[in-house]
Structures are given as structure tokens and as C-alpha cells.
């Protein structure tokens, strides 16, 4: 079955009672049974619940995986993955990642004895040299956030193989339209399904999708007993979501190649962060692991001036200036105030999050009127 058609029925099957194409919505918290401990397949909703288990489903199928597991939130799905872990264990992370992925590992995590090394993970030997017997994981953003740096998914493979490390990646920006990481050697897979997999902008939602069985039972394991579950609506509206993935991805890079070359090209713009572009750093990598470039677009004015930038994403009105990405809407952020505001101001800077980045998701409208938004705004 290829992508477009797994969107839509990769794991799904006709519901019994009355042939409904989509499946029900399960608003339940538990479930009858016939005798104690004998059950239908279904005994509580945190452990199980049939409309999450249609999107799980859903989720394994388009990462080309086995085994889905869904969440309350992206961070609820990092937060059982760094939950494998323990005491004294290391990580390895991108060191251009999520704010909110940052201040889970260091001001959660750091406080149970786990310690996390950042570093440029676009040249792997930065990962290698920091590898030592009690590295258990690596944990990589690409293309990263927001800085849409690219990293080379089948090389760091090869290394956390060599040296029996798990290598999680976060697939949200790319999407399994786009890249799938577990083809390339991943041993975990993350998205905040709030993003693009929900692509509606009113779905908080995270996942992981894996292979290996004893990796999937300790994640389901760890799944119920945290309990940050998703409910069953959202998991109905994110399985809605999906069936469209693939004509909205389409859209959304094709709008967004014609806005960066039109930022690019704009005198008042000092930089512009795409991986689309044959100068970006490891392009030809982007071009080996993914089927597009994405939507994600980061950009900087004449000067790097900080006013200039926040008068910009002020004065944009088809852009919306709001957290969050992947929606069907276009939406510009200003990363050091917003989703990355809780790195330290030093710490954004080594990777390039200076004050005066700006960063659009891009959207599915028509790309003339995007444009002339950006236009009449940077003037």
C-alpha cells in the first residue's frame, strides 16, 4: 500500500455494528465484562480505548512501523521515551531543538539523575566523541527547530547501532509525508501530532511509533501506568486529520518554496533558514532523507534588528502571530520571546536563535495573497 492510501486506511478496518466508514468515538472510561478479569478486549480507557487504538494504528502505518502509541501532547510522548531511562544514565540531543523539549530534559530530567549533552549533530562526529558507557540514547530534531538544520538520520544510525544506543528522532517537522526516520535506521519515532498530523489547529496530541516488540511493550507499559493518554475525540479528530496529510503537505511546500525564494531574494531580508536551498548546510542530505523540503521557513531582516522583527510578525495579517506550526493556517512566531523562551538567552544564541529570528509555518492558502502579506509587512 503506498503513503497517500495509508493516510486514509493503513490500519483501519469497517466498524462491525454498522459498517460506519469512520471509526466511533468511544466517549467512554470503561467497559463491561462478562466475568472478572474477562473482558471484550477493552477494560479501561487510560490502558486502552478502540477509537485511540484506530489512530495508533493509523500512526504505525504511515512511519512504515509496527507498533503506535498515542498521548496527551508531544511532550507526554518525549516524556515516556526518556522515562526507558535511568539514573546515571546520557543523552545525547541536537542542540537546536524545541524549547519545550530543552526545559522537559533539563529542568525535569536533570533533576532524576539523567544528564544531556547538546551539540551540532549536522557533522555526526560531534555525536561520536561524546559517546561513552553510559550513553543510552540520541535524540535528534531535522530538520530542527528553528534553526532547520539537517541531520543526516541513516549515518547517526549507523553509530548508535555500533555502539547499542537507542536513536529516537522527532519527525514533526517533516512528517511521514516527507521523511520517514524508522526506514533510515531510527529506532523510535516522535511527532506532536498537534502539528501536522492533526493539521486543524484544535488538537493537542502527541505519538511515538516503533518496531521492536520488547521497545513497544516497555512504552505501552510506561503509556498506562504515567497515564498521559489522549482522549477519544482528539484521537477521532487526528485520524480525521491524517486521511488529508498527504494533499496538505503537497500545498503547504509547494506555498512555501515560492515564499522563501521570495524572502531570499527581498533586499530587506539578511538570511533565510530552508532546506530547500542547494546553499543550505547538508542540502544534498535533505534531498537522500526526505521527498520535500517542508513548510517550516526561519528568517532574519537587514541588520538582525529586534524591532524590526517584532514590527514584522506585528504587522501581519493573514499570517497569524501564535505558538504552535502545521495547521492549515499560516502562522509566523518570534522563537527567543515565544517557543523558545525558555532557553536561556545565551544558550539560543550558540545555535543561531538570536532575538531577531522570525519563524513562519506556512499554510495551505493561496501563496499571491501569503506573499503580499509579507510584503506590505517588511515593506
Excluded at 559517546?131 to 527547530?145: A, F, G
Excluded at 518496531?211 to 482522549?231: H, K, P, V, W
Excluded at 513548510?295 to 497569524?320: Q, R
Excluded at 531577531?356 to 506590505?376: P, Q, W
Amino acid at each position: 500500500m503506498k503513503f497517500n492510501t495509508k493516510t486514509i486506511h493503513g490500519g483501519q478496518k469497517i466498524e462491525k455494528g454498522y459498517g460506519a466508514i469512520m471509526p466511533p468515538i468511544y466517549q467512554t472510561s470503561t467497559y463491561a465484562q462478562k466475568s472478572p478479569g474477562k473482558h471484550q478486549g477493552y477494560e479501561y480507557s487510560r490502558t486502552h480505548n478502540p477509537t485511540r487504538t484506530a489512530l495508533e494504528n493509523s500512526l504505525a502505518s504511515i512511519e512504515n512501523g509496527k507498533y503506535g502509541l498515542a498521548f496527551g501532547s508531544g511532550l507526554a510522548a518525549i516524556d515516556a521515551v526518556l522515562k526507558l531511562l535511568s539514573p546515571g544514565d546520557e543523552i545525547i540531543s541536537t542542540n537546536d531543538l524545541y524549547g519545550g523539549s530543552y526545559r522537559l530534559f533539563t529542568k525535569i530530567f536533570e533533576n532524576y539523575n539523567l544528564k544531556f549533552h547538546f551539540t551540532d549533530m549536522q557533522n555526526p562526529t560531534n555525536v561520536e566523541v561524546l559517546i561513552n558507557d553510559n550513553t543510552k540514547l540520541i535524540w535528534v530534531e531535522t530538520p530542527t527547530n528553528p534553526m532547520m538544520n539537517i541531520i543526516d538520520i541513516k549515518k547517526l544510525s549507523e553509530i548508535s547501532k555500533k555502539n547499542n544506543i537507542l536513536l529516537a528522532v522527532d519527525n514533526t517537522f517533516a512528517t511521514p509525508y516527507l521523511q520517514q526516520p524508522l526506514v533510515l535506521g531510527a529506532d523510535i519515532v516522535m511527532h506532536s501530532a498537534t502539528k501536522y498530523l492533526a493539521g486543524h489547529s484544535d488538537v493537542v496530541l502527541g505519538a511515538l511509533i516503533v518496531n521492536d516488540s520488547y521497545l513497544s511493550e516497555r512504552l505501552y507499559f510506561i503509556q498506562n501506568a504515567s497515564g498521559a493518554i489522549c482522549g477519544p475525540m482528539d484521537s477521532f479528530l487526528t485520524l480525521r486529520g491524517i486521511k488529508t496529510l498527504h494533499v496538505r503537505m503537497q500545498r503547504h511546500c509547494e506555498n512555501a518554496e515560492q515564499i522563501a525564494n521570495y524572502l531570499d531574494k527581498h533586499p530587506k531580508i539578511e538570511k533565510v533558514y530552508w532546506p530547500g536551498f542547494n546553499f543550505h548546510p547538508n542540502h544534498d542530505v535533505s534531498k537522500q532523507q526526505m521527498n520535500g523540503f517542508g513548510a517550516m521557513i526561519s528568517f532574519t531582516s537587514k541588520g538582525n534588528c529586534y524591532e524590526s522583527s517584532i514590527k514584522i510578525v506585528e504587522s501581519l495579517k493573514i499570517f497569524t502571530l501564535a505558538e504552535s506550526l502545521g495547521g492549515v493556517e499560516s502562522l509566523a512566531g518570534h522563537p527567543a520571546s515565544m517557543t523558545h523562551a525558555s532557553i536561556p538567552k545565551e544558550e539560543r544564541e550558540k545555535s543561531g536563535v538570536i532575538d531577531s529570528l522570525i519563524r513562519l509555518s506556512v499554510g495551505i492558502e493561496d501563496v499571491e495573497d501569503l506573499i503580499n502579506d509579507l510584503k506590505e509587512a517588511i515593506g
